[in-house]
């Protein structure tokens, strides 16, 4: 049975610097690659949002979410579907 890309990721650390995920730009590319070739057809970049992490709010998230849609549309191989 054929499965890959047919799963959907609804929580993930993928934007840098937000919380205990990626720290840089190229690794949050990597890991969002990486996703796809394990077969994730679609990432939901959650980031932490309480205790130290209360100021990870929707006016700093979105333009993260807009600019690594941005690097990975670039790249036009192997890219995940932010929703
Ligand atoms: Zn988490």
Redesign the pocket.
């Known amino acids: 049975m054929e499965i890959a890309g047919s799963f959907v990721d609804i ?3 993928l934007l840098p610097g937000l ?2 995920g990626p720290t840089t730009w190229s690794e949050s590319v990597l890991m969002a690659e990486m996703a796809v070739a394990d077969g994730v057809s679609t990432i939901v970049a ?3 949002q309480l205790g130290n992490n209360a100021g990870n709010r929707g006016a700093l998230i979105h333009p993260k979410v807009a600019q690594l849609q941005e690097l990975l549309d670039e790249r036009k191989a192997h890219r995940p579907v932010f929703r």
């Open positions: 929580h993930c650390h919380d205990d959650t980031p932490h």
